[in-house]
């Protein structure tokens, strides 16, 4: 019958559209679109929350990616360049690449994927961009780097401790009463020296 | 520990774990230094603004109240004390203060190291008794 085919197809696509949009909604990760200059065209939910966006109205997007300001890992300025929507719209994958950027709730920490969206004839329209927030996970990071330097710096100033009186009793001239004092000093740097080396352990 | 204000000290020792600041300042002072010990960056501090001049500051870094890089910003900004050397001795060696100070030394330190480390990087005493009469003199 004429015409059925392209109905078919049309409510087919349409049928498409739904499950994507539905799936684009859903995904517990930030997803982002970006069109051909560079430009996003949707966030999903996950994505709106992360960044701190509504619905995109009245260039709400554009306004947005003026003021993330990205860091790459280390917390530097991220040129525009190497950010995973320019990359993928050069054609490139990525895959996990960790960075930040400064919304009105504080600085977000997340994982982004991107890949290019391909058009028919092979070129590129645009690009997708998943964002996997691991603030949590660098803060949790940060506090136990800290946590170990704090514990380190303990450890070395015990041991510095023990080294000095040991050095101080094979050199200088003690007697009983001073050596039974730094003996004691060394046994009670040891003990807390052991404790640290617990606290270490147990926070690994 | 010794009061403020007194005059004439050639060291200067700033470390808050009270066994450590002893037994430092137990092995300079029979290396021949005068000692004065501060317990905390704003306890020396308060030393320097009382008219202490070390011809050398042996510096802690993490300490409570005021820690060694808050001292060493402080001193920075007083001109009479900016010029202070400085030698760090800390468990934790910081990459971004190797400008800032003579040396960094790193927990444990021997006492012949950081003799030796002092005897380099102070300043010249003024007639007082810097060169110490340890055995350790350079």
Known sequence: MPGTQPEQLLTRARHQVTELEAIFAAHADGLVIYGPDGEIRSMNPAAREMFGASDGSEGEYAELMKALAPLDAD?????LDELPSRRAMRGELVHGFVMAVHTAKGLVWYSASAAPLW??????????VSCVDVTHLRRLKE?????????????????NVIQTHGELLGRAAVDAEDA??????????TRRLAGIIDALVDGS | MASAGTPGASLLVVEDDRDLREVLSDSLRLEGF???EAADGLDALEQLRHGVRPALLVLDLVMPRMDGRELLGAMRGEGALADIPVVLVTGTPPRDLQGEVRAILKKPV???????????????????SLGGTGAARS
């Open chain 1, 119 to 128: 058009t028919a004839d092979g070129a590129i329209a645009g690009a997708v």
């Open chain 1, 180 to 189: 039974r004092r730094r003996g004691g000093i060394i046994v009670s740097s």
């Open chain 2, 110 to 128: 021997g006492i012949d190291e950081l003799v030796a480390c002092i005897r380099r990087n102070a300043a010249p005493a003024r007639g007082d």
């Open chain 1, 75 to 79: 917390g530097d300025p991220l040129p």
């Open chain 1, 143 to 159: 506090e136990r780097e800290k946590l170990v330097r704090a514990l380190t710096h303990d450890a070395r100033t015990r041991l």
């Open chain 2, 34 to 36: 005068d000692v004065l």
